[in-house]
């Protein structure tokens, strides 16, 4: 089992940054891949950037690209966000994928771009 608690979510003008953190616990020893989802009202949940922890390579949503970084530390996911837009206002949910491809999900913590 992993545990996953995300943090730093807000209230930024446009242009602004955040930094999102997700606090994993549990078998995180067995986990292969973290990331970070978003979610709006009525909508799918949306990738938005996903890295492998045995490699650290990372796959990015295109909306977001060149303006988030992800990345981790032995405990701890990041999502860096830059430059943000009205349109990444959301849920960002913290997601993990372990060896027996178990998908967790954090609670999820909101994100709102004013304009």
């Known amino acids: 089992q992993v545990q996953l608690v995300e943090s730093g979510g807000g209230l930024v003008q446009a242009g602004g940054s955040l930094r999102l953190t997700c606090s994993a616990s549990g078998s995180i020893n067995s986990v292969l891949f973290m990331g970070w989802y978003r979610q709006t009202p009525g909508k799918e949940r949306d990738l938005v950037a996903l890295?492998?922890?045995?490699?650290?390579a990372a796959n990015y949503g295109d909306s977001v690209k060149g303006r988030f970084t992800i990345s981790r530390d032995n405990t701890n996911l990041y999502l860096q966000m830059n430059k943000l837009r009205p349109e990444d206002t959301a849920v960002y949910y913290c997601y993990a994928v372990d060896e027996e491809r178990t998908a967790y999900w954090g609670q999820g913590t909101q994100v709102t771009v004013s304009s």
């Open positions: 890295m492998s922890t045995t490699t650290t």
